[in-house]
């Protein structure tokens, strides 16, 4: 079996872009995966093109090879967009892999370590506790969540005093867990906006009380002493890791002990590959992981067989999918994804006529801006 064609579509899942990647053999198997989107989404097209020329007509079941071979055709190691595009590649390479076998992909892993994986949802849009109950009852009703993630922010964090700000986020977790049954969990992510790290740590420790599932990415990434200051100091399960990209990155933050919890993405680290390389560090510092996947249903397949066979997998991310594209997305039942063992490959079909027009939506990540005039994180 040889790689013949690469083709790329720009599609949208929901009001964010996606870029879905398919790879075609001489065989007629075809795998596909899906990008990340840093930004300039339409950058990885061209970049997808240069890479897959380094690969046509190599063995697509190669995947150590050929991803090793990508990642060693730079002299500099690749940044985000190189990263993004090598991994809509993995995932392919994978996809293929699994369908030529007459498998799933997590078989090809040493098959799957759990029956299920369980999952959690993002609820963002729930001003006041009455109505994140209100919506929260609602997904469990449909779909069995029992875990959740919101923002710890009840208002502009870049406004007024921080320990009010503090206050405020503590009385808004009391009020839910006075609303919701006693075994919902919540998460709260504070999206690397904090600077300075001993406000994180005030911000996690008025959340602790109330026992959180884990404190996601409270402080930028880059500087990997002071995640080891922060888990030091923090009562509460810490997880970061979404905008980290090597494995080499992820054992300097786990040398630190600076994470409970680790968040890769598998469309930002290279791909399930990479992932796996990733998993197996934390397993070794006993750390679990809960996969980054705001994504599309195409990468939430790609989680789902990852989480099914790793034994240090916690939870993953789950988005309610609005494509166009994928008529059979996995969805959650009692809070759970189940697996599906007579599907060969990601379980997943990609509707190619729903691809024939580009269905771009321009995104970009809105800076705020503080009373000074000067920009924060986002």
């Excluded at 390479?93 to 007459?102: E, G, N, R, T």
């Excluded at 710890?152 to 921080?162: A, F, I, K, S, V």
């Excluded at 503590?170 to 904090?194: G, M």
């Excluded at 002071?226 to 100091?233: T, V, Y």
Aim: charged share 25%; net charge negative.
């Amino acid at each position: 079996m040889r790689t013949t064609a690469v083709k790329t579509y720009m599609q949208r899942v929901g009001e964010r872009p996606r870029l879905l990647v398919k790879v075609e053999t001489d065989e007629g198997i075809v795998g596909w995966g899906e990008a990340f989107n840093h930004g300039p989404d339409w950058a990885l097209v061209p970049l997808l093109d240069y890479l897959f020329a380094q690969i046509r007509g190599v063995d697509p079941r190669r995947i150590e090879f050929i991803v090793r071979r990508l990642l060693q055709s730079s002299r500099f190691p690749p940044g985000a967009l190189g990263l993004a595009a090598l991994s809509a590649l993995d995932h392919a390479l994978w996809d293929i892999s699994a369908k030529a076998a007459d498998l799933p992909v997590y078989m090809l892993l040493g098959g799957h370590a759990r029956d299920r994986v369980r999952v959690y949802c993002g609820v963002y849009s729930a001003p006041d506790p009455a109505e994140c109950r209100d919506l929260t009852q609602r997904l469990n009703a449909e779909y069995g969540f029992t875990a959740f993630k919101l923002s710890p922010y009840r208002r502009d964090l870049n406004q007024g005093r921080w320990g009010e700000t503090c206050r405020l986020a503590a009385d808004y977790f009391a009020s839910l867990r006075e609303l919701s049954p006693t075994e919902w969990e919540f998460a709260f992510d504070a999206h690397a906006q904090i600077f300075e790290p001993y406000q994180a740590i005030q911000l996690g420790n008025a959340l602790a009380p109330y026992d959180p599932l884990f404190f996601e990415e409270p402080i930028r990434p880059e500087h990997i002493p002071a995640w080891g200051q922060l888990r030091g100091q923090l009562k509460a399960p810490i997880a970061t890791g979404e905008c980290l990209y090597s494995p080499f990155e992820f054992l300097e933050l786990l040398k630190v002990r600076g994470a409970d919890i680790i968040q890769p993405d598998v469309c930002v680290v290279g791909g399930l590959l990479q992932l796996r390389k990733i998993a197996t560090i934390a397993d070794a510092h006993y750390v679990s992981v809960a996969p980054h996947n705001p994504m599309g249903p195409l990468a939430t397949a790609v989680n789902l067989h990852f989480a099914a066979a790793q034994p240090n997998f916690k939870i993953l991310e789950y988005k309610v999918p609005e494509t166009r594209w994928c008529p059979d997305p996995y969805l959650p039942r009692d809070g759970h994804l189940e697996l599906r063992p007579d599907r060969p490959g990601w379980g997943v079909e990609i509707d190619e006529d729903a691809l024939a027009t580009d269905d771009y939506v321009h995104w970009e990540r809105k800076l705020p801006v503080r009373p000074d005039g000067s920009t924060g994180y986002v």
